[in-house]
């Protein structure tokens, strides 16, 4: 019987070893990629002077910084290391509020195919380059609000002792009382069904043009339907993300190895896709970003060659 219970231990502990390394190696390519595609995008002037650009660069930085911690925090919970708590609370702040970013930012560029497509006279005037400054820093403060909501609960249920002691850290830290996860779903599902709705009643505006239109024009409401479609299966899939925590915690207490494979399923399935789906919709759809990304790799080739 302990041998029995010894190998399955041992079996469980290889799996979750091939599991992180996993993981290591997707979070590398996806941060390569974006950076990559961050680059480029700083390289020609028509990229960072352009509305849509410019919100697609926002969403990358902030994917990247998610993937980075996100991945830290998981090799330091796999290797048990502590932090004090109110070092986590600070990174941990940071991740909630760049984790809601980038769904905000995509119902910000899912607006601003919704303006190209329905409203093009009004399109330079609105999506200008000083309008998608002020644009970003309101997506900021928006995303912000979830924060300060499970914040202000943790401060005022937390006592000052808890601050100086040393954990493991995780975002389940701030729940300390089932109500505390509650109000930290309800919050969340508020702000995923407003941009829901946002997203439908664009696609639903597009749609309408794109029945009517004709040539270029038909051309053009074509690719921003399917380009909001895309942002609404973005949006989906961080939507069921806030599942996920339910869904691991019942497993938790059914079977601790089906567990670690849901919590996996769900990290790379829910997680760390809807983070690689940017690069794709712009860095490969886009005509004018893949083609300079195909320049850049072709000249970093060449004069990598040359030298």
């Known amino acids: 019987m302990a041998d029995n219970t010894s190998l399955a231990g041992e079996f469980l502990q290889r799996q979750i070893n091939e599991q992180v390394l996993i993981v290591q190696v997707l979070v590398i390519i996806f941060l390569c990629i974006n950076l990559l595609l961050i680059i480029i995008f700083f390289q020609k002037e028509h990229f960072y002077t352009t509305a849509r650009y410019i919100l697609f660069a926002v969403a990358l930085v902030a994917d990247s910084f998610v993937l980075f911690i996100s991945d830290v925090l998981l090799i330091f919970s796999y290797f048990r290391f502590t932090m004090q708590i109110w070092l986590c609370v600070i990174i941990s702040v940071l991740i909630l ?5 980038t769904p905000v930012t995509l119902t910000a560029m899912t607006l601003e195919r919704y303006v190209a ?3 093009p006279l009004r399109h330079g005037e609105i999506c200008s380059t000083r309008s998608t400054v002020h644009c970003i820093l309101i997506i900021h403060g928006i995303s912000s609000l ?7 609960m943790f401060f005022v249920s937390a006592s000052l002792t808890l601050y100086k002691k040393s954990k493991i850290c995780s975002l389940e830290m701030f729940s300390l009382y089932l109500w505390h996860d509650h109000v930290r779903s309800a919050v969340q599902l508020l702000f995923f069904l407003i941009m829901c709705i946002i997203i439908v009643f664009s696609y639903v505006k597009i749609m309408k043009v794109a029945k009517t239109a004709s ?13 909001v479609a895309l942002h609404g299966f973005q949006l989906l899939l961080c939507l069921i993300q806030l599942l996920c925590p339910f869904v691991e915690s019942w497993m938790f207490h059914i079977d ?10 769900n990290y790379v399935t829910f997680y760390l896709a809807p983070r690689c789906l940017n690069p794709l919709i712009y860095g490969l759809r886009d005509e004018a970003f893949s083609q300079a990304m195909k320049n850049y790799v072709c000249i970093s080739s ?3 060659n040359a030298s």
């Open 117 to 119: 497509v329905c409203m």
């Open 215 to 227: 040539g270029e024009d038909k051309q053009s409401s074509n690719k921003g339907l399917k380009t």
């Open 302 to 304: 060449f004069k990598r």
């Open 146 to 152: 979830p924060c300060i909501v499970i914040l202000s």
């Open 97 to 101: 509020m760049y984790s809601v970013v």
């Open 256 to 265: 601790f190895r089906l567990f670690v494979q849901v919590r996996y399923f």
